[in-house]
């Protein structure tokens, strides 16, 4: 069964730490996303990436970078944790086509 | 206005009911999906669709390209069926723009 797994499902953090959230997908996608979810927002596009070593900022990229060094590996990095990074946190793949899979989220909290 | 509407926001029905969700979009896109999310979970894509109809199981959706409009409809509903839908077109460059989802609730 495909997968993207999310490194951990709860997360507390303290405001200034620098947090590093993990995503690996076993399917061999190029396409790879970072996602936060709020409520009344909805879903928005931090950062995706089609390749190896290659990024493009989404709709809400800033206090957030990422990092793909390997093809299954997709991490979100927040240099300086705020409050207002508090979110759900969802990673997703997809080959170069269409289809999507979608990781179980992590919850951030942030204080 | 978001590219993507979706309606209504909540819905609560009764068990056996027959439900309908709508998605209305303003943008040229390439596929539609509708996704489902359980409370605390992660999303589960239930369909992908370009055009005409897909069935899986009680679930049904449809989408009508030159109207702009998607449905997805469950039939014989269940409280197992309660959930988050979301609907989300790719409108270009592999990125989904999202609705806002529609928040369902089935009573026993």
């Known amino acids: 069964d495909v997968k993207v797994t999310q490194s951990s499902r709860y997360l507390v953090k303290r405001t200034g730490e620098k947090v590093f959230l993990e995503c690996v997908q076993d399917m061999d996608h190029e396409n790879m996303f970072w996602y936060r979810q709020d409520p009344g927002l909805g879903l928005r596009l931090i950062y995706f990436s089609y390749d190896v070593k290659m990024k493009e900022k989404g709709d809400i990229p800033e206090g957030y970078s990422v990092s793909r060094e390997k093809k299954e590996r997709f991490s979100l990095i927040l240099e300086s944790a705020s409050t207002n990074q508090t979110s759900m946190y969802l990673c997703?793949?997809?080959?170069?086509?269409?289809?999507?899979?979608f990781g179980s989220g992590t919850r951030l909290t942030v204080v | 206005k978001n590219e993507v509407e979706q309606s209504p926001q909540n819905l609560t029905a009764q068990e056996g009911e027959f439900i309908t969700i709508n998605c209305s979009y303003s943008?040229?896109?390439?596929?539609l999906h509708w996704l489902q999310q359980h409370p605390g979970g992660g999303i589960v894509s239930l369909f992908m669709l370009s055009s005409g109809k897909k069935k899986h199981g009680r679930l049904i959706a449809t989408i009508n390209i030159q109207e702009k409009h998607s449905s997805l409809h469950i039939t014989a509903s269940h409280p197992r069926d309660s959930a988050v839908y979301i609907c989300?077109?790719?409108?270009?460059?592999?990125?989904?723009?999202f609705g806002q989802g529609t928040r369902l609730t089935i009573n026993p």
């Open positions: 989300a077109v790719m409108a270009g460059a592999q990125k989904l723009v």
């Open positions: 943008v040229g896109i390439s596929a």
């Open positions: 997703a793949s997809s080959p170069s086509g269409f289809g999507y899979t």
